[in-house]
């Protein structure tokens, strides 16, 4: 049905332009754009279609026992949010709490991470929120690199299905895992990097702004730079040439 409404709307431009009508081409074009985005190739609503595919996923990681901590975890964190985000957030592992609630990013950090994104008008609701691990490492040991190895394919399938426009590493672990080489975080913060071809933004993790208030300044401002790319990337044209340093 949107394919039909595509097609209907492109009619109509080429009726409107024979009838010489003035047609703002750059702010149609950003529609056509975000109505073809939105379509899969069989004309579906493509979050719908993303949404299948990741509860397929979902239940693949759910029984999931590639490495050690599957055996220990309680339940396994697959991920929440829009199927079809433009943006991706990407931490580490999942906590206790993650593990006693199957959802990312809950508890005080998750509530911050929240609370930042809608001073900026992002709502949770509309990204997507995962860590590179899916299960809780006993005891909040940091994960080795053979669990790493072993979930990674994972999160690259989540992002092959939900396809984003941009992701962003909340913390130094996951910025690590992604780039494959250790980095500073705060010398890395609020700068563009890529991974898998897409830009990939380094924020502050939240829970270091509950470990020292001092940081909460830098999380902000991190928050605010995402958001302010992730609003201009949704708006088509005008979307900020990210350059990313690597
Ligand atoms: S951490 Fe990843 S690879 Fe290991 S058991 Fe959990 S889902 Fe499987």
Redesign the pocket.
Known sequence: MQRDALRDARAYLRWLGRMGMVIPRAEVQAKLDEMQENTDNHGQPRTKEAGRQLSRLAQV?AA????????T?KN?VFGVGNPAAALVFVGE?PGAREDETGKPFVGPAGNLLTQELARHGVTRDEVFICNV???HPPNDRD?VAD?II??ES?LLQQLDIIQPKMLCALGRFAAATLLKCPIFIMKLRGSWQSYGGRPLFMCLHPAAVLHSPANRSLFSSDIEALARAYHAAKGGPGAPDIRTNR
């Open positions: 990681v999931c026992r590639k490495c050690e901590i599957g055996h975890r396994s592992a691990l899916k299960c994960p669990e072993a979930c994972y």
